[in-house]
Every structure is written in C-alpha cells, then in structure tokens.
C-alpha cells in the first residue's frame, strides 16, 4: 500500500512540476515600447496575451490577441533565462537613438510585486542578455 501511495504522490509531484514556470509568467507583465517623433509602440505581454497600441495619447493598452502555445513556450523560456535583478544594469549594445537612426526601446517586467526597467537601447538592437524576449514580443506583433 504504501509503494501505491508513493507512486501516486510521484506522478502528482512530477505534473507540479512543469506547470510552475507557466504560472509563474502569466503572474507577469512585460512592457516593450519604442517610441520617435513619428513612431509609437506599446506592447505588453500578460496572461498568454499581447496588446499592441501605436497611440502614445491613448490611455488604453490595445486589443488583446492570444498568444499560440508554441510562442507562449518559448516566451517562457526566453524569460526564465533572464536575470531581472540585472535589468537596469544593462548597457545597450549600440547608440543609434542618439542621433534619430533608431527608435528608443525600453523594456519593463513586473514580476512579484517588482518592477525591473532597463535602460534606453536602439529599437531592434537590444542588449544581449535580453535580446531573444526582445525580439520574441516584436516577433509577436507582426503576426
């Protein structure tokens, strides 16, 4: 009897397992924008959703679109590799927004209560460290 009950706590604990990282993500919200004189955009990452605004005056957070379980897999990964307590260390890998050659991007995520923001970077240049989430939700809004 007790081999049966520790089978079953096994298969209960192995099932437990895989879940938390999923948990974990949707109890987060990623903010991507990037933003010119003539350009604006807001993506935000939350609960298996992305919203998409391209109105810097709109106090809305744009039309939920759901996200595939494919991507939302690899978000998941892309997010636990990252360090956020290094967030707003990073250094962005190029200067291009300086002189209008390419949108200034900033990347927030509110994980437990916190809020991690990274420094200004070019649009389409992020720092290494969080370059495959960065380009994950821009790959997302061209669906």
Same mark, same amino acid.
């Given at each position: 009897?007790?081999?049966?009950?520790?089978?079953?706590?096994?298969?209960?604990?192995?099932?437990?397992?895989?879940?938390?990282? @999923?948990?974990?993500?949707?109890?987060? !919200? !990623?903010?991507?924008?990037?933003?010119?004189?003539?350009?604006? @955009?807001? !993506?935000?990452?939350?609960? @298996?959703?992305?919203?998409?605004?391209?109105? +810097?005056?709109?106090?809305?957070?744009?039309?939920?679109?759901?996200?595939?379980?494919?991507?939302?897999?690899?978000?998941? &990964? =892309?997010?636990?590799?990252?360090?956020?307590?290094?967030? $707003? &260390?990073?250094?962005?890998?190029?200067?291009? +927004?300086?002189? =209008?050659?390419?949108?200034?991007?900033?990347? &927030?995520? #509110?994980?437990? =209560?916190? #809020?991690?923001?990274? @420094?200004?970077?070019?649009?389409?240049? $992020? $720092?290494?460290?969080?370059?495959?989430?960065?380009?994950?939700?821009?790959?997302? !809004?061209?669906?």
């Amino acid at each position: 009897m007790k081999i049966y009950a520790l089978i079953l706590l096994n298969i209960f604990l192995s099932k437990g397992c895989g879940s938390d990282e @999923q948990i974990e993500m949707k109890s987060a !919200v !990623v903010e991507y924008t990037a933003t010119t004189r003539g350009f604006f @955009q807001k !993506v935000t990452v939350k609960n @298996q959703e992305v919203f998409v605004t391209k109105d +810097r005056n709109s106090g809305e957070i744009g039309t939920a679109t759901k996200i595939s379980d494919a991507d939302w897999k690899e978000l998941i &990964n =892309d997010f636990k590799d990252i360090n956020l307590e290094e967030i $707003p &260390n990073l250094k962005s890998p190029t200067e291009k +927004r300086f002189y =209008d050659g390419a949108a200034i991007a900033n990347l &927030n995520i #509110t994980f437990k =209560d916190k #809020t991690y923001k990274s @420094q200004s970077f070019d649009h389409g240049f $992020p $720092p290494a460290e969080i370059e495959k989430l960065v380009n994950k939700i821009n790959a997302l !809004v061209k669906i």
